[in-house]
């Protein structure tokens, strides 16, 4: 009888403990998806279309060596604001540019407003912030509807200034600082007496990887900058499961971060061309074929670690790939839905990226400045990415690029 008593008590303490422990258990939170319509999925194909034409443009100055790093989201969203304040052949060039022209202005406003919103809270365990603003001369007016669907759509914080004064650069800094977690700390180096508005955006990201690199095993290891010269860096190992392609133009590896929300894809190219003429001629349909293909396994990774900053003028780049007008280049830019007394076009598209890839995870961020001015095959094993690289960070669901860029040597900032 004892026994059967002592067997009850124990029974109902295992009952307590597994009721205390279900109670206690929370379950993990793997996120949310970005859910788009089919109109929306157009869209952010247009937007991966876009960043293969600005890539390509960008590379036609040789960057003898030098890192790459854009994003073309960054660019969309300034640029979908500043469409806002445009009319007429200007406004057509901003489209046809920014591969906005089969989409109505609503529909371009409201994909943003998603992107905006939601696409910051896909992961738990990823940070993504996406901030825009837009700053103006307290003396000049800009139209309220302008202001409105701007704030509304982008959710842009609006503030008019006294550009006159050396405390609008330093306010307008700091917003790009605090937006960008420190890590790219100006967009404006000087105000100029004809500039009345910036059109800012910020994208700012940090995760870790979901297979962590082991940093017990970093060592240093050649990368080959070309046939002729080789470096020692550090290089990061992992055992992980990664989505791979094999081609006869390129060997692919997406390494996802987190709860595989967002993700780097690593694009290897085989035989001799130069990076610079690979990246050149990746296009749109290219890359989607690549992403279709990726295929699971798992494999010993090693890479380079490596760190930089980015900073170019888009103004170029821009004007060949059809903006011309809206520099005021080829006729009169029209921003009458800006001001209606009009005399204003874009003086500068001025772009700054950073990223940092180390054992842990993945920090990389951009802004995006538009200033407006008055007128006058076989699955390997494991794989050693020794070589230069492009590189993209992508929402994995909808395949919408948010930064781009290529490595030529890990041990250059800059």
Not at 114 to 142: C, G, H, M, R, V
Not at 214 to 223: G, I, L, P, R, S
Not at 344 to 358: S, W
């Amino acid at each position: 009888m004892k026994k059967n008593h002592i067997l009850l008590l124990a029974i109902a303490a295992l009952m307590i403990t597994a009721t205390s422990c279900k109670k206690d258990s929370k379950p993990i939170d793997q996120g949310k998806d970005l859910i788009l319509t089919a109109r929306e999925q157009q869209k952010a194909e247009a937007d991966n279309a876009f960043t293969f034409k600005l890539f390509k443009e960008t590379l036609l100055k040789p960057l003898a060596g030098k890192n790459l790093m854009l994003s073309p989201l960054s660019v969309s969203i300034a640029l979908g604001m500043t469409s806002n304040g445009s009319s007429g052949s200007t406004l057509e060039a901003i489209k046809n540019t920014m591969e906005f022209k089969d989409f109505t202005e609503a529909e371009i406003n409201s994909y943003y407003h998603k992107i905006t919103t939601e696409l910051p809270q896909l992961d738990p365990k990823a940070t993504l912030e996406i901030a825009n603003s837009i700053w103006y001369e307290k003396t000049f007016t800009p139209l309220p509807g302008f202001l409105k669907v701007n704030a509304d759509n982008y959710n842009a914080e609006v503030e008019g200034l006294d550009f006159k004064s050396p405390t609008a650069k330093d306010k307008i800094n700091s917003w790009v600082n605090n937006s960008t977690q420190g890590k790219i700390p100006s967009i404006i180096d000087e105000i100029g007496s004809d500039m009345v508005m910036y059109l800012i955006n910020a994208v700012y990201f940090k995760s870790d990887w979901k297979y962590k690199f082991d940093k017990n095993k970093t060592a240093k290891a050649d990368f080959n900058l070309d046939a002729n010269n080789k470096i020692q860096t550090d290089f990061m190992v992992a055992q992980a499961s990664v989505n791979y392609l094999s081609s006869q133009e390129a060997n692919v590896y997406e390494l996802p971060y987190g709860n595989e929300k967002y993700s780097m894809v690593i694009v290897l190219p085989n035989g001799n061309t130069t990076i610079n003429e690979f990246a050149g001629s990746i296009t749109s349909a290219k890359w989607k074929g690549w992403m279709a293909g990726l295929k699971k396994t798992g494999m010993e990774i090693k890479m380079p670690k490596f760190k930089f900053s980015y900073d170019i003028t888009l103004n170029d780049q821009l004007e060949h790939l059809g903006m011309e007008v809206a520099f005021g280049k080829n006729g009169f830019a029209d921003f009458t839905r800006i001001n209606p007394d009009g005399h204003l076009e874009i003086d500068e598209v001025r772009h700054k990226t950073f990223i940092e890839v180390n054992e842990s995870g993945t920090e990389a961020a951009a802004v995006t400045s538009v200033g407006i001015e008055l007128t006058s095959v076989q699955q390997p094993s494991a794989v050693l990415i020794n070589r230069p690289f492009v590189y993209a960070i992508r929402e994995m669901k909808t395949g919408l690029i948010l930064f781009t860029g290529i490595l030529n040597n890990p041990l250059l900032d800059k």
